[in-house]
C-alpha cells in the first residue's frame, strides 16, 4: 500500500475556523485514501484548544500531534498567523504520546517514552514536539538510548510571554511533549545543518546559573555584545534587540565539533535566557549567519535526509527551522523551504514551522541523540521500496 501525504492551510479569525479549513483541504487532497498521522503547525496566536477543536472535528480518533509557531510553511512559502495541516495515509502505524511533565523532568520523559518503546518488539522512530521555554532537552537527549531513534523540536510563540504550547492527540497545553510513535512500512531520513559561522570574537563564560547565562568575561552578557554591536548595553533588555540576540549565538567547542547554542532573549539584569545550560568557564565564539549560507545548510540538510532515505520515495518533508532563520531572511520570507524544495523537487509537499530547538540523531548507533540550537531539520517521510 503507498504512502500518500496531503498538506493544506488556512487563516480565519479564530484558531477552530483555520484549523477546520486547513483539515478540510489536507482531507481532500488525500482522497478516499485513511489517515493514519496528522501533523499540526499552528500560530501562536490562536488559541490551542480551539485549533484542537477545529482539526478534530473533521478527523476523529487519527492520531495528531502539532506544536505553536510564529508561521507555517508548505512548498508555497511562508503562512503568518495560520494553521497548517499535513496527514499521511498508508501501510504503517502511529501511536500518540501525551507527556505534560516534560517542563518538570527531561529524564522522566525520556523514561516514560523509553516504557512505551520497550512494549513493542518492532523497530519505532520518535518524532516529538516539546515546549521551547520550559524543560530540559539536553537532559531529555541525555537520558534516551543510543538505540533510540528520535527526532523532533522545541515549538516556539510569543518570545516576549514565553507563550507555546503543544498538542497530541484530545490534549493541548504548555510545558509538555507531543510525541508520535512510528512503525510498519515507513521509512524515515532526516538530515541537518546551520548557517553561522564564527568571525572571530571570543569570551569566557564567567557566570551562568540554570538557564541564564549572567556573565561572559566577568560583565554582564549585554555589556559584552553592547561592546560589539555598539549599541547600549540597557537597550539589549527590550525589544527588538533582546529578542534580535539570537542571531548572535555562541559557539562552544566540544570534542572536535562545535555546539551553538542561543539567546531566547535579554533579561533585564543584561543576562542572556537560553534553553540550555552553559557552563562556567568554557570559551564561546561568536557566530554570525547569512542568507547565502543559510540556503547552503538548508540544502545540505536536505541532501542528507534524501541520502539516509536511500531507495525509498520520498513522500513528505517536515522542515523545522530555528526562529533565527525566520529573523535572518526576514526580507526573503520562505527562503529556506525554496532551498529544500529545489533538492526535493517540485512533488514532494512540505509542512514546516518555526522552533526554538531541533533534536537530530546520528547515524551513528553509539551516539544520543543531540539537542540543537540555530539549525534547520529535514525529515523526509519515505514509501519503502517494493
Keep these: 500500500m503507498p504512502i500518500i501525504s496531503a498538506v493544506g492551510t488556512a487563516q480565519a479569525l479564530d484558531g477552530r475556523e483555520a484549523g477546520l479549513q486547513a483539515t478540510h483541504q489536507a482531507l481532500n487532497r488525500l482522497g478516499a485514501n485513511a489517515p493514519v498521522l496528522a501533523m499540526v503547525i499552528s500560530s501562536h496566536q490562536y488559541q490551542p484548544r480551539e485549533v484542537l477543536n477545529g482539526v478534530s472535528s473533521l478527523l476523529g480518533d487519527t492520531p495528531l500531534i502539532g506544536f505553536s509557531s510564529p508561521a507555517g510553511m508548505t512548498r508555497e512559502g511562508y503562512h503568518p498567523h495560520s494553521v497548517v495541516v499535513a496527514i499521511l495515509s498508508g501501510d504503517f502505524q502511529a501511536e500518540t504520546l501525551w507527556l505534560p511533565g516534560y517542563a518538570q523532568s527531561g529524564r522522566e520523559t525520556a523514561s516514560k517514552i523509553e516504557q512505551h518503546v520497550s512494549a513493542r518488539v518492532e523497530r519505532q522512530s520518535v518524532l516529538f514536539f516539546a515546549d521551547g521555554f520550559n524543560g530540559d532537552a539536553e ?155 543559510c540556503e547552503r545548510a538548508a540544502k545540505t540538510a536536505a541532501q542528507q535526509a534524501l541520502l539516509k532515505l536511500g531507495d525509498s520515495k520520498p513522500k513528505l518533508a517536515l522542515v523545522l527551522v530555528d526562529t533565527a532563520w525566520q529573523m535572518l531572511l526576514k526580507a526573503q520570507p520562505g527562503a529556506e523551504v525554496a532551498a529544500v524544495q529545489e533538492i526535493l523537487g517540485e512533488s514532494v509537499p512540505i509542512i514546516g514551522g518555526y522552533t526554538l530547538g531541533q533534536v537530530f540523531k546520528p547515524e551513528d548507533d553509539e551516539v544520543k541523540p543531540k539537542f540543537l540550537n540555530q539549525h534547520i531539520l529535514v525529515i523526509i517521510f519515505g514509501e519503502p521500496k517494493e
Design 139 to 293: 537532559q531529555f537527549c541525555n537520558s534516551l538510548s543510543t538505540t533510540l531513534d528520535v527526532m523532533g523540536a522545541l515549538s516556539s510563540g510569543d518570545l516576549h510571554t514565553g507563550n507555546t504550547y503543544q498538542i497530541s492527540g484530545s490534549q493541548t497545553g504548555s510545558g509538555g511533549m507531543a510525541a508520535a510513535l512510528l512503525r510498519g512500512g515507513i521509512h524515515i531520513g532526516v538530515g541537518a545543518d546551520h548557517g553561522w559561522d564564527p568571525v572571530g570574537n571570543q569570551f569566557r563564560v564567567t557566570r551562568s546559573r540554570g538557564f541564564w547565562l549572567r556573565t561572559l568575561d566577568g560583565r554582564p552578557a549585554s555589556e559584552a555584545y553592547a561592546a560589539l554591536f555598539g549599541y547600549p548595553a540597557r537597550d539589549w533588555a527590550f525589544p527588538p534587540l533582546s529578542y534580535l540576540a539570537r542571531l548572535y549565538p555562541l559557539g562552544i567547542e566540544q570534542g572536535d565539533g562545535m555546539v551553538l547554542r542561543a539567546p531566547i532573549r535579554v533579561e533585564a539584569d543584561g543576562s542572556f535566557r537560553m534553553n540550555a545550560v552553559i557552563r562556567d568557564g568554557v570559551d564561546a565564539f561568536l557566530l554570525v549567519g547569512s542568507r547565502a549560507s
